[in-house]
């Protein structure tokens, strides 16, 4: 079926190691297999409510046409053999091929990886399927292309999450569902609760491969639609990360649309450049839900130097009662330790054209906190119910000395935080 599509003249983008990732790796790495403690939180005002996000009628960018299939397979895989993965590294319970449509139960306790579309696959569709028990990733996509993965469910326990991952850290994007170096793709109305690992990640592909073991194979993340997701509990991670770890690659133009993220931790959606030298471009975050989560709603942000973060658009969004960061991670030393609502942060390169509109964000102390930003646009955005002494809008012209991200540093994957949170 073919999705609407905005007319050209309508689109607001034009062109064709990110916190969460650290978030992780510290957590991995401390030992800590507990969700971080987490204050009581005021209820909102009582003309804010919760209720899940609508699948908006135009979106700021078109979206992928569902993918023909040839064959149906009905998986009932209860005890799962697992197969490599590919070059992954990983293993898993099912590879998809091309022109296939998976649907049923899989439980892949004891594997990495549930269903594994390997690169060059097209034409996969994963549809009304029940996942269980992947340790790392429930789907995972590598460098494919018109793929579609919607109306399934996805639940793994803590117990599974640790078969496999011993005392090596997870990957920096250990998501339940991943996209790397993909195009075209189709997440949606997909239910993610109460995950160990939870989230969904767009990232490019290449020498750092930023949800397997081993390196991958260059190719860049355009054009995937997350749409319509409800994302809630999970222990590690923010819940949807669209995110460049390779040089010359990149992610463009992908679209973060009418999801709800409820209760996640930490949580939050994060358009990001990780290593030095990487590019986020044109990406859209539209329409969301982002309800009690640990860290800041929205987050738009550069890591090192020689990179590109541009033309991100936050629109839409309602928020309300984000969380504050780990105070190991010197974003936390930025915000003062207050709750944002949107943060957009600039490490050595400063976000570009970063576009913030018609937002409702309540129950924060900021709502739209920006330092090292260039050319932010704001427009039509509600804020209300702030914390005392709260902000509608705080911006630095230049970060706090002695500000740096995670990543800076050319040991950037190793590093280990303060022992000290």
């Known amino acids: 079926m073919l999705r609407p599509r905005v007319p050209a003249q309508h689109l607001i983008v034009r062109r064709s190691p990110h916190i969460c990732a650290a978030l992780a790796l510290a957590v991995a790495i401390s030992g800590c297999s507990t969700a971080p403690t987490r204050t009581t939180l005021p209820k909102p005002a009582p003309h804010i409510r919760f209720r899940p996000a609508a699948t908006p009628t135009h979106t700021l960018l078109p979206i992928p046409v569902m993918p023909s299939t040839r064959s149906t ?32 139960r899989v439980n892949a306790y004891g594997c990495q990886v549930a269903i594994y579309i390997p690169p060059a696959a097209h034409n996969v569709v994963l549809k009304d399927l029940a996942i269980s028990n992947a340790s790392e990733h429930a789907v995972f996509a590598q460098n494919a292309s018109q793929i579609a993965i919607t109306d399934s469910r996805v639940s793994v326990s ?50 750092v491969d930023p949800a397997a073991d081993r390196p991958g194979i260059p190719s860049a993340a355009r054009g995937n639609a997350v749409i319509g997701n409800m994302l809630s509990g999970g222990v590690r991670g923010c819940g949807i990360v669209v995110a460049a770890y390779n040089p ?71 928020i309300v009662d984000s969380g504050t960061m780990p105070s190991y991670l010197k974003f936390l030393g930025i915000l003062g330790g207050h709750r944002t609502g949107v943060a957009i942060l600039g490490f050595s390169v400063a976000p570009q054209g970063t576009v913030v509109s018609h937002n409702v964000i309540s129950g924060e102390h900021y709502g739209i906190y920006q330092a090292d930003a260039a050319g932010t646009r704001l427009a039509g955005n509600t804020v209300m119910n702030l914390r005392q002494r709260g902000r509608e809008f705080f911006s630095l012209p230049h970060l706090p000395p002695g500000s740096s991200s995670y990543y800076e540093g050319p040991d950037y994957y190793h590093a280990s935080p303060p022992s000290s949170p």
Do not use: F
């Not at 803590?158 to 005392?167: E, F, K, Q, R, Y």
């Not at 075209?184 to 989230?199: R, T």
């Open 158 to 207: 803590a117990a599974a999450a640790n078969t496999t991952l011993g005392s090596a850290p997870p990957p920096p994007e250990d998501k339940t569902i991943v996209l790397v170096g993909t195009t075209d793709a189709l997440v949606e109305y997909n239910v993610l609760a109460g995950n160990w690992n939870l989230g969904i990640s767009v990232t490019d592909d290449g020498p």
């Open 73 to 104: 397979i009905v998986a009932a895989v209860r005890h799962a053999t697992c197969q490599p993965a590919g070059a992954t590294g990983l293993d898993t319970a099912m590879v998809a091929s091309s022109y296939e449509r998976i649907t049923g």
């Open 248 to 318: 010359g690659e990149g992610v463009t133009n992908n679209l973060i649309a009418a999801n709800t993220l409820k209760n996640v931790t930490p949580g939050g959606i994060v358009i990001a450049a990780d290593p030095p030298g990487t590019a986020a471009i044109g990406n859209v975050v539209q329409d969301n839900v982002i309800w009690h989560n640990q860290l800041p709603g929205v987050i738009v942000h550069s890591n090192s130097a020689g990179q590109t973060v541009s033309d991100t658009v936050v629109t839409g969004n309602t």
